[in-house]
């Protein structure tokens, strides 16, 4: 499987930026989608966004507008950008890495975890 690491999250003030990235290791195929989810306490992980192989991307209706996700081909390398961030955004944030062209935003499709960052929003 390929191992995924993450960096960034932490504290912000309410409606402040957080950047994560998550790097990936150990791909040997030629798809990949690359993905973010989140899961507050007391809830289901939930889909954030997605990078597609192909380069489409998907988010959820929540954070369109705010988040914008991008990727590194050459580095197998994504990046979420959130900004704006809200109290209902606060959760742990989780990479997840899929060997296939196109992925459903979806946590039970991902083979791949990072090791998750908690994001916390202080209003």
């Known amino acids: 499987q390929v191992e995924l690491v993450q960096s960034g999250g932490g504290s912000v003030e309410a409606g402040g930026s957080l950047r994560l990235s998550c790097a990936a290791s150990?791909?040997?195929?030629?798809?990949?989608?690359m993905g973010w989810f989140r899961q507050a306490p007391g809830k289901e992980r939930e889909g954030v966004a997605l990078?597609?192989?192909?380069?489409?991307?998907t988010y959820v209706d929540s954070v369109k507008g705010r988040f914008t996700i991008s990727k590194d081909n050459a580095k197998y390398t994504s990046h979420l950008e959130m900004n704006s961030l809200k109290p209902e955004g606060t959760g742990m944030y989780f990479c997840a890495a899929q060997g296939k062209l196109y992925c459903p935003l979806r946590p039970d499709t991902s083979d791949s975890w990072s090791q998750g960052t908690q994001v916390t929003d202080s209003s």
């Open positions: 150990g791909f040997t195929g030629s798809k990949l989608c």
């Open positions: 990078i597609h192989s192909t380069g489409e991307i």
